[in-house]
């Protein structure tokens, strides 16, 4: 476990590893300053210490007696910087040596390498953010879709932090009814009831209102993976490359040309899915084939969402039928592709078999969008219906308020049932302890470590 000692003052390298025009080497703590000083010499001699708060400086990093390389300095003043402490950040060139270069000096000089997402673990520790929006930070990083990042830009800004502390406030609310209560008990007691039990039924509202997207919004923020289905040539790889909106898959008349399973991101009206594009499923003629198939199948079995794709210009095969009977209790959208070519399947069956059938022409890219448009829908079910701001999207998140929607599920039982006051303040009170762990009020040793190794190092 990582100790916070907030005396140590951290290093790191803050942008990707690899060759880039510029890099950046971070430094946070009470010694960053003194620690510039010491490696860093302007164009007039001056130090960084001398410089003022958000300003940038031309010149070069040296150390044992030779210019390591030519920067740009910049420095943010406690409190106002990302961690709330003295941060320099070192612009400079991008390889990879140069950079180690760097930060070995700032680390000879009394620097710490930072552990993964220290930066930001020091923010939450030095009260900047809460720990939602340090959380989010990580997800504005990863985001996939312009709609996974409003959504962690909406948490990072404290939207979802101000609704759940409105949430904590209204439960604290009913506590002090209750308290007062415990502590009065002959002063009209039914009033009060009725006060409490009105209180109550708003808190499990809202919880609710906040779970009820909460799926929606684990969609957005970890995507969903998405398999391509079908017999051999019923145009597969085409219908991958046309979601794409290039040439990714190899496609050819040829039956059985893709073998190894190819994936992608691609986005679905703001959904991250991850897209596989499978061997057709036929009787296998060889090894090879023998093995394409077992793939698709565990492919099938783990995703989210399965396309199975039926060639219009013919009728429906047993192999066909087959994948039918296969991928039945998935969620499935079956795709009749070829619509160009002159109509043979039979659609009815398939209409009796499926949800949801879409009429596509993988070759000219004719209703990708419908497809789109449905697997969007099926996927949200019409569920979201919240501004981004205000869906939760993490498990630790969403877990901790399904335990508080479960315990003030109790209060109520138990004032309905007569119970002691007691009984339903104790409730009420683990209520909140769920939601402070949303917003790091309080939390176990470990939890700060284990939410940060998610993280970059130089975060
Ligand atoms: N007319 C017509 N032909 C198409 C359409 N989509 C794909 N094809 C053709 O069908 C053939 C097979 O396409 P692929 O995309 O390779 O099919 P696949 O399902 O990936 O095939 P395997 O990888 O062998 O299982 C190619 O000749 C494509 O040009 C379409 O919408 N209309
Ligand atoms: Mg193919």
Known sequence: MLEDNLNDTIAAISTAQGQSGIGIV???????LAIADQIFTGSKKEKPSEFKSYTMHYGRISGHGRIIDEVILSLMRKPKSYTREDVVEINCHGGIVVLRNVLDL???????????????????LNGRIDLAQAEAVIDVIRAKTDSALKLSLGQLNGGLSKEIGL????????LV??????DFPEEGIRQGASAISQGIDALSGKLNKLLDNASAGRILREGISVVICGKPNVGKSSLLNALLKKERSIVTPVAGTTRDTIEEIIDIKGIP????????????????EKEAIRRSREHIKLADMVIILFDASGKLSHLDRKLIREVRHKNVIAVINKIDLKNRIEEDQLLRAFRKVVRICAKSGKHIDTLEGALYEFVFKGKLNAPESLIVSNLRHIQALRNAKKLVGQAKEALRNNLTQEFIA??????????????????????????FADFCIGK
């Open 426 to 451: 104790q409730d009420l009170k683990d209520a909140c302890v769920y939601l402070d762990k949303i917003l790091g009020k309080n939390f176990p040793e470990d939890l700060l470590d284990r939410i």
């Open 177 to 182: 009814n209750l308290e007062v209560e415990i």
């Open 106 to 124: 700032t680390l000879e000089n009394g620097a710490r390498l930072a552990s993964p997402g220290e930066f930001t673990r020091r923010a939450f």
């Open 26 to 32: 971070r430094l946070s703590g009470p010694r960053a």
């Open 167 to 174: 949430i904590r406030k209204k439960l604290l609310d009913v």
């Open 273 to 288: 899915a991850r897209i596989f594009d499978t061997a057709g499923i036929l009787t296998p003629r060889n090894m090879i």
